[in-house]
């Protein structure tokens, strides 16, 4: 069964801390590179960190230095550490394979929004 679950957002101040955490099923975490992408409102969806089963990591520009993603391949989850938040940060965060297509199966995501 095809299963991607996000969880760990909120509501949190600018500068604030927030950890994500996404459980995939096997058929979507084994031996691949995952990601964790956001999508703001009126924007298009973004891939903004990605880890290979080997724990080799891409982040995008925007959160680079801010943002630490890890993954637990016993535990088929993948995290996403966010340090210093701002408010551009603000987004649905969505998890899935680092190739995955708009077409493919997504989760229902978690909302982030840093607001003071």
């Known amino acids: 069964q095809v299963q991607l679950v996000e969880s760990g957002g909120g509501l949190v101040q600018p500068g604030g801390s927030l950890r994500l955490s996404c459980a995939a099923s096997?058929?979507?975490?084994?031996?691949?590179?995952m990601g964790w992408y956001r999508q703001a409102p009126g924007k298009e969806r973004e891939l903004v960190a990605t880890?290979?089963?080997?724990?080799?990591?891409n982040y995008a520009n925007s959160v680079k230095g801010r943002f630490t993603i890890s993954r637990d391949n016993a535990k088929n989850t993948v995290y996403l550490q966010m340090n210093s938040l701002k408010l551009e940060d603000t987004a649905v965060y969505f998890c899935n394979r680092a190739t995955a297509a708009r077409t493919d199966y997504w989760g229902h995501g978690t909302q982030v929004t840093v607001s003071s």
């Open positions: 880890i290979g089963n080997s724990g080799r990591t």
């Open positions: 096997g058929s979507i975490f084994s031996a691949n590179v």
